[in-house]
Nanobody, 120 residues
Framework: QVQLVESGVGLVQAGGSLRLSCAVS????????MGWFRQAPGKEREFVAV????????AYADSVKGRFTISRDNAKNTVYLQMNSLKPDDTAVYYC?????????????WGQGTQVTVSS
């Protein structure tokens, strides 16, 4: 059974930085496209970032481009999301995703989510 566990400090001031980690167990992520999604209160879950299995290709939502960076360490079976210049609009529950589907609309496996709150 695949398990994805997100971690990272949850409260930060606007303009600050935060790094989320996603540790995966139960299978190797080596050949999986990995990603991050988020869901803000009252809104649908949305795509944030995705990284190819080898790490050579990444893509980002326009709202985070230039501020967020996704990376992976296949040897540690872990994916990261570095978030800089955070804004209150970034406040959401962030979900790690394994096996992101074409169209970036979903994934095969999900973490339980971690709350990120950006105060103004």
């Amino acid at each position: 059974q695949v398990q994805l566990v997100e971690s990272g400090v949850g409260l930060v001031q606007a303009g600050g930085s935060l790094r989320l980690s996603c540790a995966v167990s139960g299978r190797s992520i080596g050949f999986l496209r990995m990603g991050w999604f988020r869901q803000a209160p009252g809104k649908e879950r949305e795509f944030v970032a995705v990284i190819s299995w080898g790490g050579g290709n990444t893509a980002y939502a326009d709202s985070v481009k230039g501020r967020f960076t996704i990376s992976r360490d296949n040897a540690k079976n872990t994916v990261y999301l570095q978030m800089n210049s955070l804004k209150p609009d970034d406040t959401a529950v962030y979900y790690c995703a394994a096996g992101v589907v074409n169209g970036l609309t979903g994934a095969r496996d999900w973490g339980q989510g971690t709350q990120v709150t950006v105060s103004s």
